[in-house]
């Protein structure tokens, strides 16, 4: 499928490493498809540029209406084919848009060579274009991108954002353009979600976890606030070890090298990941 081969080269470091070391059936990972949270994604935009704010905005408007959107996103979750998005050299003597990603999150943000791909990466192309500017593409940690907004480093941070208020001191959101959710991997043969047919049926097993239990997420993201807890978004956190990585991709090779229990991160990547290593394996 084009959107399997559409990864990003970290995924693919892991996938290759993988297979070479002789990757069994028992090394395969599984989704547990069951929405453990309900999130909107918005686009983070410098608080001190409220009239870009009204432009991105019009933009998203226009793009979910014209079916632009359902466009890109079918390159992704379809058959259509992904577009290469290139960043032009930082230069403040250009009219150029200053975007903040993390681009180890397939399939909204990733690398191949010196090309970005992704839903958000593409957005980011047609945003610029619309605004009349050039695309400059900052790509950073996550744990970095809404602060170096904030810092007013970048105009607009395009990362997969959920919109939370932690995130909102640093920068004002734009409309939502997307539905997300966490949920849970685990290996191949872990049979003991298999049974659960609700949230609350997962979310029962997950709290009569202790911390003998190490469960890796991405830093930064969602699914480390979901299993630590936090008062602000309403998760209330489970008794285990949360372990946080780099990308949810170097989470899920650690689960398969069987130092933590399991994996939560938002459900796209999620998919891309596990389809990837199922692929190989």
């Given at each position: 499928?084009?959107?399997?081969?559409?990864?990003?080269?970290?995924?693919?470091?892991?996938?290759?490493?993988?297979?070479?070391?002789?990757?069994?059936?028992?090394?395969?990972?599984?989704?547990?498809?069951?929405?453990?949270?309900?999130?909107?994604?918005?686009?983070?935009?410098?608080?001190?540029?409220?009239?870009?704010?009204?432009?991105?905005?019009?933009?998203?408007?226009?793009?979910?209406?014209?079916?632009?959107?359902?466009?890109?996103?079918?390159?992704?979750?379809?058959?259509?084919?992904?577009?290469?998005?290139?960043?032009?050299?930082?230069?403040?003597?250009?009219?150029?848009?200053?975007?903040?990603?993390?681009?180890?999150?397939?399939?909204?943000?990733y690398k191949e060579g010196d090309s970005f791909y992704g839903i958000d990466m593409e957005i980011?192309?047609?945003?610029?274009?619309?605004?009349?500017?050039e695309l400059v593409i900052k790509d950073m940690e996550f744990d970095a991108v809404c602060l170096?907004?904030?810092?007013?480093?970048?105009?607009?941070?395009?990362?997969?954002?959920?919109?939370?208020?932690?995130?909102?001191?640093?920068?004002?959101?734009?409309?939502?353009?997307?539905?997300?959710?966490?949920?849970?991997?685990?290996?191949?043969?872990?049979?003991?979600?298999?049974?659960?047919?609700?949230?609350?049926d997962v979310v029962a097993i997950l709290k009569g976890l202790d911390k003998t239990t190490k469960?890796?997420?991405?830093?930064?993201?969602?699914?480390?606030?979901?299993?630590?807890?936090?008062?602000?978004?309403?998760?209330?956190?489970?008794?285990?070890?949360?372990?946080?990585?780099?990308?949810?991709?170097?989470?899920?090779?650690?689960?398969?090298?069987?130092?933590?229990?399991?994996?939560?991160?938002?459900?796209?990547?999620?998919?891309?990941?596990?389809?990837?290593?199922?692929?190989?394996?």
């Amino acid at each position: 499928m084009k959107k399997i081969l559409a990864l990003s080269l970290a995924l693919l470091m892991i996938i290759t490493c993988f297979a070479a070391c002789g990757g069994t059936k028992t090394a395969k990972v599984k989704i547990i498809d069951i929405n453990l949270t309900e999130e909107d994604y918005a686009f983070g935009v410098d608080k001190n540029q409220p009239e870009l704010l009204t432009k991105v905005n019009e933009f998203v408007d226009k793009i979910k209406k014209d079916g632009t959107f359902d466009t890109i996103c079918d390159k992704y979750f379809g058959d259509g084919e992904p577009t290469a998005v290139k960043s032009a050299a930082e230069d403040a003597s250009k009219d150029q848009l200053v975007v903040a990603t993390n681009a180890q999150f397939a399939p909204f943000e990733y690398k191949e060579g010196d090309s970005f791909y992704g839903i958000d990466m593409e957005i980011a192309k047609l945003l610029a274009d619309y605004l009349g500017k050039e695309l400059v593409i900052k790509d950073m940690e996550f744990d970095a991108v809404c602060l170096t907004v904030g810092q007013h480093k970048c105009d607009i941070a395009m990362a997969g954002l959920t919109v939370n208020a932690e995130r909102e001191e640093y920068v004002t959101f734009s409309t939502s353009y997307y539905k997300a959710n966490q949920k849970l991997i685990v290996k191949g043969d872990d049979t003991t979600f298999d049974a659960c047919k609700t949230t609350d049926d997962v979310v029962a097993i997950l709290k009569g976890l202790d911390k003998t239990t190490k469960i890796g997420y991405q830093n930064g993201t969602t699914g480390g606030l979901y299993v630590e807890g936090d008062a602000e978004w309403g998760f209330d956190g489970y008794d285990v070890e949360g372990k946080g990585y780099g990308s949810g991709s170097l989470a899920v090779q650690d689960l398969i090298n069987g130092n933590i229990k399991y994996v939560i991160i938002d459900s796209d990547p999620a998919k891309f990941i596990v389809d990837a290593i199922n692929e190989v394996a």
